[in-house]
């Protein structure tokens, strides 16, 4: 196990009817006027638009809307919001919605305080040395941003899809409410699911050895996932499978699943290149491109790659490789029952881009932790993966 | 699942070697005259005090000594505690050891701002506004204090051992050095071990519904506890089950394994009366009297009780009456394994106060979430602790 130093500071609001609060929670900390962050509506749809605007209101917190966050968040939306937060004066940021909010939000906050351009902090030009408070309603698990501080941003010109966080930018405050999740589309519910398994996956495979007590947390997010994505498939209205999924999902990008580990975080360098040259959603570019991850580098901790099939899928053969290779082989299986897709092919990426993504992978070195991947790596891993 | 509000503010600092930077962290946040507040010397013999006062000094940081915490810390000492941080004005608690020291040291962070008597926090009769900052520096890993804003102390005269806690007495930082824990005794090793899985269990048999992530999460808690205590019994130097029981312990008891769950701690209620009227380790107590709470009241959850012997003892019985009980006999026979009693005999206690204790347990009313105990119900469970 590594040493590690931990500190996530955000207060997590978790249940059913816990949404309705949120202009209280504002005005308990005192702020004033908020940025209200949103996506492309579907918050109108399922209520929690009119629920929010409520609260706020009974709360006398005055606001203004930014709205049009798309999937795979893009950085001239960024700065649009930052525009409009310089001029409206506002001091916190409302984000209500999935991941592409929240990650839109934490960029933001940052640049509020910042006179050039948002982008600069991704390139590390420049550190934040404040962020305005964020207080985020989650209205699907999937990415666990309403507990970290990271965010994934595309910038569309150069074709890069970056992540960055910074202490500043942990949320102050999330609200989950898993029974909003309750209209959410199938395949919506699923990718949530995947995310979640992935970021788990990330942090475990990555080759720290002696981190039994991450190892178990690990594999209790996963199996939890993994029957909860199954009854909501059943039954998306089961609150209890929402709310599990829900937890397991924060709990899976808060910081601690990652602690005394160095982490891989290969599969998600590469969905980015993949996702950077099409419009693809983030988890299904991580079901397509995990598993041909998995074989390119299983020989690398073949122990823990049998590990992994024997406590997930109840895999007991005794010769390591061949159970290694059968719990990719699983995990393939999962990902198809479920509904994600597991091939490149399946959403119409041909061999056409693979060499360009594989470079583009590598614009800020060679990725992984378990092993190294250099270009020709990222490129045999698309090509498992076509 | 039950709703929540989870807010952890502490960090944690993990690994070997992160002691000596104690007076750093210190510095950061801008204290200047710390309490240095210890036990009765385990940590001069074993380096821990020469590490920490090399730090303070290195740092520039003034300090003022109060030892003697002893193990079931008591109010007495707060009192001595407290005057003391009066009269030398300090900014912040450094707490240096285990559970008891920083349970000391949350209680006296509070007290100091306040003319009346700590007891007063713990009757309820008055309630913190603000406390010192506390520094923890961990040298047992046991009862999750450092990452907790808990505090058991006993009122000696008043035969009262009881919990209190506030928002304002996390532990602003915790240090976590799984290293210095190399010579501890074998038998305090397992009290630390036997503490944390009742902190789990605590939560886990509690009644509420719907927690299969919180289910996972503590199950891995108890056997990443159980595999690495084995070992630490075979090798007290085994780094690697130092660090998977050290941050087993922290996370058993850091607020995240009770999420959206009532809790039940009735066995920590009967032991607190225990061990109100006999001097023995609290968790000695624990494993005396949880396998007679648990044979007292598993008819109220059969299904959890069999769940738990599959999930940690492999216990695979179709009768969930009959798994249930051998799930029992099971962690009684593992408490046996590792050197733990499980009779009240083992510590030559007797029936003489049975009763008292039975209605001492009954003091703040009747205890427990899975069932509610009466004063009868803790007299039955005692007797069966005999």
């Known amino acids: 196990m590594k040493n590690f130093d931990f500190h996530n ?12 609060n949120i202009g209280q929670y504002v005005k308990e900390y005192g ?46 939306k960024v700065r649009e919001t930052v525009l409009l937060m310089k001029k409206e004066k506002v001091d916190a940021i409302v984000a209500v919605g999935g991941g592409s ?21 991704y390139e590390k030009k420049v550190k934040p040395e404040r962020a305005l408070p964020i ?12 507990m970290n501080s990271g965010g994934v941003i595309t910038n569309e010109e150069e074709k890069k899809k970056w992540g960055w966080g910074s202490k500043y930018t942990y949320p102050r405050l999330s609200i989950v409410d898993p029974s909003v999740q309750k209209t959410l589309p199938k395949n919506q519910t699923v990718n949530g699911a995947v995310d979640t398994i992935t970021h788990v996956l990330e942090e475990y ?11 178990e947390f690990s594999e209790g997010i996963i ?26 999902a924060t709990l899976a990008l808060n910081g601690l699943n990652g602690l005394g580990r160095r982490g891989d975080w290969a599969s998600h360098g590469i969905e980015h290149s993949v996702s950077a040259y099409y419009d693809i959603a983030h988890a299904e ?19 823990k790659f049998a590990r992994f099939g024997e406590k997930i899928f109840g895999i007991m053969e005794e010769d390591k490789e061949k159970a290694a290779v059968m719990a990719i082989e ?26 360009a993504m594989a470079k583009n992978a590598m614009l800020r070195g060679p990725i992984g932790g378990l092993k190294k991947l250099h270009e020709e790596d990222v490129y045999e891993i698309l090509k498992l993966a076509l």
Chains 1, 2 share one sequence.
Do not use: C
């Open 9 to 20: 500071p955000t207060r997590l609001v978790f249940g059913e009817g816990t949404i309705e």
């Open 31 to 76: 702020d004033k006027k908020v940025l209200l962050l949103y996506g492309k509506g579907s918050i109108k749809r399922n209520g929690v638009y009119d629920t929010v605007v409520k609260s706020l209101k009974e709360a006398g917190i005055d606001y203004v809307e930014m709205s049009g966050v798309k999937p795979n968040p893009v950085l001239s």
């Open 101 to 121: 909010v929240l990650d839109t939000s934490k960029i933001s906050a940052a640049a509020y305080y910042y006179d050039g351009d948002p982008w600069d902090f």
């Open 135 to 146: 207080y985020g309603v989650l209205t699907i698990s999937a990415t666990g941003s309403e």
């Open 205 to 215: 495979f990555d080759g720290t050895k002696g981190t039994l007590m991450q190892d």
């Open 223 to 248: 199996r939890t996932t993994m029957v909860s994505v199954k009854k909501l498939i059943e039954d998306p209205e089961d609150y209890e499978a929402r709310a599990n999924l829900a937890w397991a």
């Open 285 to 303: 570019g991580l079901a397509m491109v995990m598993p041909a991850w998995m074989k390119h580098v299983y020989k690398e901790d073949v122990d």
């Open 330 to 355: 699983a995990y393939k299986r999962f990902l198809q029952e479920i509904g994600a897709p597991v091939s490149l092919s399946e959403r119409n990426i041909g061999d056409e881009h693979l060499r």
